[in-house]
Nanobody
């Protein structure tokens, strides 16, 4: 398992941007494909985007394509989610996690505290 801490969430108006960060434990981070997931109130957790170990391959759910970008810095053991053109429907708690499989994504069943993103209309 990769220990991780998510940060960067907050309250933003529709059309705004946020950058989420996920700081992971060292030594094992670079071995894992990583992903961002989110859970809105009353809904199941859903996949947002994933990135391969090298950072060379990414996949996104359709609703965020063209707006969100996932990246990683293996030297800093950190994964990022740049979110632009935010919409109220993006409101959720965002989690990062290591993956058992990149695509279709299968998350390691270990979740941190997440970071809240709230988009006002």
């Amino acid at each position: 398992q990769v220990q991780r801490v998510e940060s960067g969430g907050g309250l933003v108006q529709a059309g705004g941007s946020l950058r989420l960060s996920c700081a992971a434990s060292r030594r094992t981070f670079i071995r894992y494909d990583m992903g961002w997931f989110r859970q809105a109130p009353g809904k199941e957790r859903e996949f947002v985007g994933v990135i391969s170990r090298s950072g060379g391959t990414t996949y996104y759910t359709d609703s965020v394509k063209g707006r969100f970008t996932i990246s990683r810095d293996n030297a800093k053991d950190t994964v990022y989610l740049q979110m632009n053109s935010l919409k109220p429907e993006d409101t959720a708690v965002y989690y990062c996690t290591s993956l058992l499989r990149l695509w279709p994504p299968v998350a390691d069943d270990y979740w941190g505290q997440g970071t809240q993103v709230t988009v006002s209309s």
